[in-house]
């Protein structure tokens, strides 16, 4: 499978804590992107970083990029109860091909 | 400004029946797609349209027939449904390409097949 990898699978914090994601690929991109699903909802985009960017950030998010080690990360800080979900990449490749990620589980406790 | 629908929300199936997912959106987008979301394997690509008119196989086309209808809707249809296809599906839309730019979810439709 061609599926990227995100890790780790699971993640609980208190409310307040920063939370960091992972997410690993396996071709050349030209963006990867990170969306969020609250459970029994659809996914909501939250931010797209270009291959040739190496961070980024949006409100309380700021997502990495490096395309040497294939790897990206999306950390969330000072993080609340609201962030409870499940965060995925998405990523695309040269030949256009989009492959998400298998996700991360975030549990804030209040 | 309604975004992505999908029909129906939840729907139960016997082995070998056949049923259409509808997908609309009202956001004048080229590009819409269908995933299927099963637990621990996240979202696979079933078929996408690229823009009115094509169709193309995501990664797990087999057993699922699609139409672009025009522009705003896209339907998914299983001919002759089987207990794998126990899944959530999702249908998409993104105005270029989604290898350029954001992709926007409908809420998905739960279906059971028994």
């Known amino acids: 499978s061609q599926q990227g990898e995100e890790d780790p699978q699971a993640l609980s914090i208190q409310e307040g804590e920063n939370a960091t994601m992972n997410c690993s690929y396996k071709?050349?991109?030209?963006?990867l992107q990170w969306y969020r699903q609250n459970s029994g909802r659809g996914l909501v985009h939250l931010i797209l970083?270009?291959?040739?960017?190496r961070e980024k950030h949006s409100g309380r998010l700021r997502v990495t990029l490096d395309t040497s080690k294939k790897s990206s990360s999306l950390l969330i800080t000072a993080s609340r109860a609201a962030d409870t979900a499940s965060y995925f990449c998405?990523?695309?490749?040269?030949?256009?091909?989009?492959?998400f990620g298998q996700g991360t589980t975030l549990q804030v406790k209040p | 400004n309604a975004g992505v629908t999908q029909t129906p929300k939840f729907q139960v199936l016997k082995t070998g029946q056949s049923m259409t997912l509808q997908c609309a959106q009202d956001?004048?987008?080229?590009?819409m797609y269908w995933y299927r979301q099963d637990p621990g394997m996240g979202l696979r690509l079933i078929y996408y349209?690229?823009?009115?008119?094509?169709?193309d196989k995501g990664e797990v086309p087999n057993g699922y027939n699609v139409s672009r209808l025009n522009k705003r809707e896209f339907s998914l249809r299983l001919e002759s449904a089987a207990p794998s296809q126990t899944s959530v599906y999702f249908c998409?839309?993104?105005?270029?390409?989604?290898?350029?730019?954001?992709?926007?979810f409908g809420e998905g439709s739960r279906l059971t097949v028994l």
């Open positions: 998409a839309s993104s105005a270029i390409r989604a290898s350029a730019g954001e992709l926007f």
């Open positions: 956001m004048n987008h080229n590009s």
């Open positions: 071709t050349s991109i030209n963006n």
């Open positions: 349209s690229a823009s009115e008119g094509t169709t």
């Open positions: 970083i270009r291959s040739n960017e």
């Open positions: 998405l990523h695309s490749s040269n030949t256009g091909k989009l492959i």
